[in-house]
T-cell receptor, first 115, second 114 residues
Framework: AQSVTQLDSQVPVFEEAPVELRCNYS??????LFWYVQYPNQGLQLLLK??????LVKGINGFEAEFNKSQTSFHLRKPSVHISDTAEYFC?????????????FGSGTRLSIRP | DAGVIQSPRHEVTEMGQEVTLRCKPI?????LFWYRQTMMRGLELLIY????????DSGMPEDRFSAKMPNASFSTLKIQPSEPRDSAVYFC????????????FGPGTRLTVL
């Protein structure tokens, strides 16, 4: 079965600094990968997804992630964060060859931005 | 588009009472998901429907939980009887067709069982 690990439960950074949120997955077959963002008191929103093709995926709000098959990673990055990026970020995985497979979410990383 | 609509947004009830959470998916979406989010366990998928049919209910914690989708525009998650450990935020999400790759989440229902 597939699984996803987010090693950092919290990441504090200063405003305008770069950030990387780490995500590693485990699966014996090919997968789709996702990052979702949850702003305070809201539901989750899709930030970006990797299905196939270019391993560098660009999402909304200036975020991007790189799929690294050899390291089974899908880290999320942003070169310069803003206060408005304060949220919880969830990495997720889904089997690519099963139309009925469900998305498995990681435990989340809380990003806090300091002015 | 109004997005996924959930009601109520907040629910406080006493142990032993029945609780019903409601969800209206985005019009045209025919996959619907119920999730539970807690500090201890994170985000857990409880059940999902495709074309109003339950596909995977392996995440439903126990018989006290039940979910229905009587039509394409409405679903309920019921807890009877409720217990304090059921306190959590319950999210409903929907997606288009068989594309489970982008789920649209509702704002959630914060349930507190005293």
């Amino acid at each position: 079965a597939q699984s996803v690990t987010q090693l950092d439960s919290q990441v504090p950074v200063f405003e305008e600094a770069p950030v990387e949120l780490r995500c590693n997955y485990s699966s014996s077959v090919s997968v789709y990968l996702f990052w979702y963002v949850q702003y305070p008191n809201q539901g989750l929103q899709l930030l970006l997804k990797y299905l196939s093709g270019s391993t560098l995926v660009k999402g909304i709000n200036g975020f991007e992630a790189e799929f690294n098959k050899s390291q089974t990673s899908f880290h999320l990055r942003k070169p310069s964060v803003h206060i408005s990026d304060t949220a919880e970020y969830f990495c997720a995985v889904r089997l690519s060859r099963s139309s009925a497979s469900k998305i498995i979410f990681g435990s989340g990383t809380r990003l806090s931005i300091r002015p | 588009d109004a997005g996924v609509i959930q009601s109520p947004r907040h629910e406080v009830t006493e142990m032993g009472q029945e609780v019903t959470l409601r969800c209206k998916p985005i019009s045209g979406h025919n996959s619907l998901f119920w999730y539970r989010q807690t500090m201890m366990r994170g985000l857990e998928l409880l059940i999902y429907f495709n074309n109003n049919v339950p596909i995977d209910d392996s995440g439903m914690p126990e018989d006290r939980f039940s979910a229905k989708m009587p039509n394409a525009s409405f679903s309920t998650l019921k807890i009877q009887p409720s217990e304090p450990r059921d306190s959590a935020v319950y999210f409903c999400a929907s997606s288009l067709g068989q594309n489970l790759n982008e789920q649209f989440f509702g704002p959630g229902t914060r349930l507190t069982v005293l």
